[in-house]
């Protein structure tokens, strides 16, 4: 989830909160759903949240919110925006990975190191976020007085710059954090911001560029040239995004100017030429929802009139007019930095949260249902009842285990014809060697705890039943998982009989035969393994276990072993 | 005065001297075992027959090592005599050839520097000379004393020297002596009636009738027993039966479904986009075998990818994010059993299913993330749902209230949160009993229309989700469970932990 630092002063300063104690900031903060994790070095909050608000991002978006809580602001607000000249001209050769581009002319705006800071963290979350690691969408912010428009596109006033694409090693530039020119393709390979967002154009065969008439100024969404660097000696800003989705761009930006519009910027808008069609961003046109007063009742779940509904609605920052069709409605204006609202549940969520959904007092809801366990779960617990009854401790294990654990140290490979073999489940690039496939069955598990507690009091007679899985292209999955019942008895006189003994224990108290014909198997000692058959053929395995193998897991002690399906066992149950 | 056998055995003994006496020693004069002496003892002190007091004395033992060469000889020594074997008192001989001949038992440093230390010979280019012939070796001689408790002749700084090798120790031991009262004397004197018990019921005894006239043994009740270990219930998987048992009492049936499952029922019933980060490679598990899923019903494929696309209802709008049907069949181990939930609303696990109905399951989930103190690949969640013609945020409060109640849990707060399948959605905090500390104990919310309308559901559902390791440490107080689940338990902890209920 996004974090953003804020400095408190700052934020009581834009919220118009001054008098607001660190204390209660917080609860308001938390009542947002801004989670406060604790203070950093600088005095900042480190605050948490979930990915929705992303207008949040920023000190400024946070203030925004509040002064919506505090009753400073209500309704929408659209920031003034004047016409500028400036046109964005987006070539034939843009890269067709990267087609869209938008932005806007930002002036006067009075940049401290601070105010700076925060838009530079501003950009970076919206990267993080919303754009995907800059790959869906990315902010250039530049010093507009260090641009040159270039010569009129449609008319003698307007001036522009040019979205192209061009060959990685066509031009070359000062990127920022850097003395010398180098070219795109040097800048992917020697720069080291270069080095980090190079997968995102890895696939692109011409490099976005953006030109005014001095030259390439942008290398989206890598990096900016030094010469249009933003100081805080800069006073009028220009903006560009580029990306995937012309949506998603738009989005960003709105949230880039409304942050900026908050500090007292001027925006204006530019002019985007695309080879087909124009259009004119940011765009400030309000999207609109018709959302029931029934809806919200329904949900909330409480009695609402009209006007606490309009009055909650302008205080979560939206234009609210009732309608009355068939039945009570509101036609809701959704200010342009939401990028959250998808569907008018969202707008009944922002009513409650203005309400205060802590206000509401819990019911349990006047629902009949009858409970029950699923079958299985209910035979799983009978047996696992059993097996604890005659003596095993219950074990949990992972289902993940190394592909060394669960085949080669119990030397069986996974196309033997035998019990526990099989195509392994297999993980994409696993994080840990350990835990790299899905076992296909459970006793290896148990050994590994046996191996773990060679310093713990014998005997040990460990038991789980759990799940494991193989590859089977018969199935809708491509994996036939099963509930496996695995057993050990690790002591100094441990043998076939004590393992034996006790299965049959369990196998008695469901009413199921135990047939146990000698087999022979890897992990076992020849003539001293069978094969287990609840009257309907080979089902599992029994035995002492292999020195071999005994040794490999470091143990002093034999072991008797047995593992089977649970189904297995059940359809004997049922079967009897 | 009647008294037991015992009693009787040992208070004669005590009767016959003046001098107090070891336990021990009376043990062996009575050729009893020490521990049935020390019980009859400890009655005869309760009665005030007799008194025990504990002296402490400081005494010497030999360790392993000690004792290994009080048998065998001390390494210099067996060095020595081999050399001398081979002519090393007239010139000098090779070590190779004497090493050769010692056993494999020795070690030759220790040997070779005692030898040096005591003088009795030296090493120069590979050869042995010895300078003496059968020494008198105190250490030896001292080994010998320490273990046959003659060591009070021994002197400091042998001692010290042997500690130093480690080859003695030196050990503090509390004996019990034991004297009887002026009580004692005069019921010894008075003489004693001796009571016939018996230790054991035996058939014999019961069938006989016997059993009337006999007195049993009385047993030292009181003492620690051998230690008994049994079989029992994982502790996590008895939180879960009970999480379970919470569940089925307030109306909820149980779910079960793949482990191993499609991205389709995992995350894009769920309205999950297909660029969200949780969906990347580095958070998914990603499988390399297999890798796609054949079976998805096509009428829902599709309506599930107008959701994504266009979002649902005539003012809806969908997610500006790219949507391939081959990225749904890829098949991946769930990262939340949410998917038990959607492919229960999709009619696919049970058919069609009308309001109302309450489902949950107690299953595991999968985290592809590296493994720290608090998280682990796999954890079980806690998934429940309700469905509903009408349901509100105060319905989805109250069964969370209900539910945590069960577990003593009743300060939860609810803060608003996002999750992209449900709207409103709350996570859950609660205090940990133990550190104060406000832990998030769920997430939940009511079903998108996005989610549910192409799963073919017109009601309402609410739905949440919680790591069942996290309730049971709220519940049972712990801190850290990071060794519960999975191998590297330590069966002593599935022995000694108490249980929940």
New interface residues.
């Given amino acids: 989830m996004p974090v953003v630092d804020v400095d408190p002063d700052e934020l009581r300063r834009l919220a118009g909160a001054e008098d607001v104690s660190d204390e209660t900031l917080i609860d308001d903060l ?2 947002l ?1 801004l ?1 406060f994790e604790g203070w950093t070095e600088d005095g900042a909050l480190e605050l948490e949240f ?4 992303l207008d949040r991002l920023s000190v400024e978006g946070i203030a925004r919110s509040l002064r919506y809580q505090y009753g400073h602001d209500r309704g929408m607000h659209i920031p003034r925006t004047n016409r500028s000249n400036w046109t964005f001209v987006v070539d034939q050769r843009v890269p067709a990975q990267r087609p869209y581009v938008t932005g806007a002319i930002v002036r006067d705006v009075d940049l401290t190191e601070e105010s700076l800071q925060s838009l530079i963290t501003l950009q970076e979350k919206l990267h993080e976020t919303m754009g ?1 690691g800059r ?2 969408g990315a902010i250039g912010i530049h010093d507009l007085g260090m641009l040159k428009g270039r010569g009129a596109t449609e008319s003698a006033e307007r001036t522009s710059i040019t979205y192209t694409g061009i060959e990685p090693e066509a031009e070359r530039f000062v990127p920022l954090e850097a003395d010398a020119e180098m070219t795109p393709g040097e800048v992917l390979t020697d720069h080291p911001t270069g080095r980090e967002y190079a997968e995102v154009v890895a696939e692109y065969e011409l490099m976005p560029a953006i030109y005014d008439d001095l030259g390439l100024f942008s290398f989206p969404p890598v990096i900016n040239s030094r010469r249009t660097e933003v100081t805080t000696d800069s006073r009028n800003l220009l903006v560009e995004l580029t990306g995937t ?1 012309q ?2 761009i738009d989005r960003m930006l709105a949230i880039v100017c409304y942050a900026l519009d908050l500090r007292g910027a001027e925006i204006e808008d530019v002019e985007v030429a695309y080879p087909e069609y124009d259009i004119v961003r940011p765009d400030w046109e309000q ?1 609109t ?3 029931e007063h029934a809806r919200i009742e ?5 009695e609402l009139d009209r006007e606490t509904v309009l009055e909650l609605m302008a205080c979560a920052g939206l234009d609210a007019q009732p309608i009355d069709e068939n039945g009570l409605a509101y036609e809701v204006g959704i200010p342009p930095y939401r990028v ?7 707008i ?2 922002d009513i ?2 203005a309400y205060g ?2 206000e ?6 006047d ?8 079958a ?2 209910r035979f799983e ?1 009978a047996v ?2 059993l ?14 285990i190394s592909h060394t654990a669960n085949f080669e140290r119990m030397h069986v490979a996974p196309d033997d014809k035998v019990h526990g073999a099989g ?10 060697a350990e ?1 790299e496939i ?1 076992r296909t069955w459970a006793l290896p ?1 148990v050994m ?2 046996l191996e ?2 060679t310093h ?2 014998y ?5 789980e039943i759990g ?1 494991a ?1 193989v ?1 089977d ?1 018969d199935e ?4 036939a ?1 099963r509930r496996t019942v695995a057993g050990v008895i690790a002591d100094h006189e441990a043998s076939y009989e004590d393992g034996k003994a006790r299965l049959a224990a369990v196998c008695r108290r469901l009413g199921v035969p135990l047939e146990t014909p000698a087999c022979e198997h890897p992990s076992f000692i020849t003539g001293r393994s069978a094969a287990i058959d609840f009257g309907m053929g080979a089902v599992g395995v029994i035995g002492e276990i292999d020195p071999a193998v005994l040794v490999e897991h470091g143990l002093e002690v034999p072991v008797v072993a047995f593992e089977f399906p649970l189904a297995a066992i059940r359809s004997a149950a049922a079967d009897q | 005065m009647k008294v037991e056998p015992g009693q009787a055995t040992v208070l004669e003994a005590l009767g016959a001297r003046q001098e107090p006496i070891s336990l021990e020693s009376l043990a062996e004069q009575l050729e009893m075992k020490p521990e049935t002496v020390t019980g009859i003892v400890f009655t005869l002190e309760e009665d005030g027959l007799a008194t025990v007091d504990e002296r402490k004395t400081e005494g010497l033992c030999l360790t392993d090592e000690g004792s290994q060469y009080e048998s065998q000889g001390l390494p210099e020594l067996r060095l020595l005599e081999a050399a001398i074997g081979a002519g090393a008192d007239d010139e000098p001989v090779s070590l190779g050839g004497i090493v050769g001949q010692l056993g494999d038992d020795i070690d030759v440093d220790i040997a070779l520097s005692n030898l040096a230390r005591k003088e009795y010979g030296a090493v120069s280019a590979g050869e042995l000379r010895v300078s003496v012939v059968n020494p008198a070796d105190e250490e030896a001689d001292a080994l010998a004393e320490i273990a046959a408790e003659t060591s009070p002749g021994v002197e400091e700084s042998v001692i010290d020297r042997l500690e130093h090798r480690n080859l003695v120790e030196r050990r503090s031991r509390t004996d019990r002596y034991v004297t009887l009262t002026e009580t004692g004397r005069n019921v010894v004197a008075d003489g004693l009636e001796v009571t016939e018990t018996v230790d054991r019921v035996t058939p014999e005894l019961l069938t006989s009738g016997d059993w009337e006239d006999v007195e049993f043994t009385a047993y030292n009740v009181a003492a620690d027993p051998p230690r008994h270990i049994g079989g029992s219930e994982h502790p996590l998987r008895r939180m879960a039966e009970w999480v379970k048992d919470v569940l089925i009492g307030m109306g909820f049936e149980e779910m079960e479904g793949p482990h191993v499952d499609a991205d389709f029922w995992i995350n894009d019933c769920l309205f999950m986009p297909q660029d969200h980060p949780a969906r990347t490679h580095w958070d998914r598990f990603e499988l390399a075998e297999p890798a796609r899923i054949e079976e998805l019903p096509t009428d829902l494929v599709e309506r599930v990818e107008r959701a994504h696309r266009e979002g649902v209802g005539e003012h809806g709008e969908g997610y500006h994010a790219p949507w391939e049907e081959d990225f749904a069949r890829a098949l991946a181990l769930r990262g939340h059993t949410t998917s038990l939930s959607a492919r229960h609303l999709a009619g696919e696990a049970r058919g069609d299913l009308e309001p109302p109905q309450r489902f949950f399951s107690v299953e595991k989930a999968y985290r592809n993330d590296t493994i720290d103190a608090t998280h682990l690949l796999e954890f079980f969640q806690i998934e429940g749902w309700v469905m509903a013609e009408s349901l509100s945020v105060r319905d989805l409060m109250g069964t969370f209230t209900e539910f945590y109640e069960h577990f003593g849990i009743t300060d939860i707060e609810f803060k608003p949160h996002y999750n992209p399948y449900t709207e409103p959605s709350f996570e859950l905090f609660g205090v940990h009993p133990e550190t104060d500390e406000l832990m998030e104990i769920g997430n939940s919310g009511i079903f998108r229309p996005e989610m549910l309308e192409p799963l073919g559901v017109d009601c309402d559902v609410m739905a949440w989700g919680l790591a069942l390791e996290r309730l049971m440490m709220l519940v049972s107080g712990a801190e850290d469970i990071r060794d519960v689940h999975g191998t590297l338990v330590d069966l002593e902890y599935l022995r000694e932990t108490e249980v929940v209920y």
């Avoid at chain 1, 979930?50 to 608000?53: G, K, L, V």
């Avoid at chain 1, 959250?340 to 969202?346: A, G, I, R, S, T």
């Fill in positions: 938390f009542a759903g989670e979930a990915p929705d608000r995907r790959h869906k989705d949506w998603t999207t929802k018709q959302v329904r949900t909330i779940g409480i959250d609202v998808l569907h008018p549940v969202d009944v969520d409650g949260r959904f802590n509401l007092e819990p019911r349990y809801p629902v009949a249902t009858v409970g029950s366990r699923h299985n779960s617990r696992r009842s097996l604890t009854g005659v003596g095993f401790e219950d074990l949990l294990n992972f289902n993940l195509t392994p489940v297999t993980i994409e690039e696993p994080y840990s835990y899905v598990s590994l705890v773990n507690n713990r009091a005997p040990q007679a460990l038991a799940m899985g590859v292209r809708p999955t491509k994996t998982e």
